[in-house]
């Protein structure tokens, strides 16, 4: 299946940014998912390429145009699902990631200045979603992480499903945080001189034992750290 994201953005070069490396890169180049950018100044009015005009009611800043945003939309042939990326959204959490994987197309708009005109989120019902309570100074980064997090969850992508099934938030983890992980040398001395041991149970090789720790492991973590989770 090829995932196809269609981005409405004033920065089209900020793409694919990050996403054109490692997994996601080599995804990207086998096909796995791929993306367009419309460039929204493209549908700007007058010599300058105007896309935005000052908010009614008065205040600080400007406001993009509900026109000029609805005719970059329209020039998308097959938006599939609208998001307009906002902090004002809900909440963008592993459980919505993995429904945006799973749809053929999303179209993502991502916003400047003050934000966009709400008649055109209205009238083209786009779905506000956030990546959290902080204020970015474009949609761009947050379009990104979005793409990210659901592009890591294509089939093939990881090369191990396994990964992703026991991640922090998954069911696989009870939608805990996941426990910690160790790796060699077995005894590490730190530059403090202290020698850091792995804990035993992990070189036990008593499967059902080391499942147990880092069940609780992941309990206890969640409990410190993010005891909503927990009442979830
Ligand atoms: N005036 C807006 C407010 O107070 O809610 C903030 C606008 S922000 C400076 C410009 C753009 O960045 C927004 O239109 C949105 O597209 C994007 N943005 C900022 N913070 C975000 C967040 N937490 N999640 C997703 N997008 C965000």
């Given amino acids: 299946m090829n995932w196809h994201v269609n981005i409405l953005t004033l920065f089209p070069e900020m793409f694919p940014g990050s996403l054109g490396q490692s997994l996601s890169g080599k995804a990207l180049d086998r096909g796995d998912w791929s993306y367009s950018c419309v460039n929204i100044r493209d549908f700007g009015e007058g010599v300058h390429k105007t896309v935005d005009d000052t908010p009614y009611g008065g205040g600080a800043g400007m406001v993009m145009r509900a026109d000029i945003i609805e005719s970059a939309l329209l020039s998308v ?122 804990p035993e149970v992990l070189t036990s090789g008593n499967h059902a034992k080391i499942e147990e720790w880092r069940r609780a492991q992941s309990e206890k973590l969640t409990a410190a750290r993010r005891p909503d989770l927990l009442k979830k």
């Fill in 77 to 198: 042939e097959n938006p599939g699902r609208k998001i307009y990326l906002s902090p004002r959204g809900k909440p963008l959490t592993q459980a919505l990631v993995q429904e945006f994987s799973q749809e053929p197309a999303l179209t993502l708009l991502c916003g400047r200045y003050e934000g966009v005109d709400q008649r055109v989120l209205d009238a083209h019902e786009f779905e506000e979603v956030s990546i959290g309570d902080y204020v970015l100074s474009g949609g761009e980064p947050a379009a990104l992480i979005l793409m990210d997090a659901c592009i890591r969850l294509l089939p093939g992508v990881m090369g191990n499903d396994e990964t992703v099934s026991e991640e922090s938030f998954s069911e696989g983890a009870g939608g805990m945080l996941e426990y910690p992980h160790y790796t060699r040398p077995a005894d590490w001395q730190s530059a403090s001189g202290d020698v850091l041991s792995v």
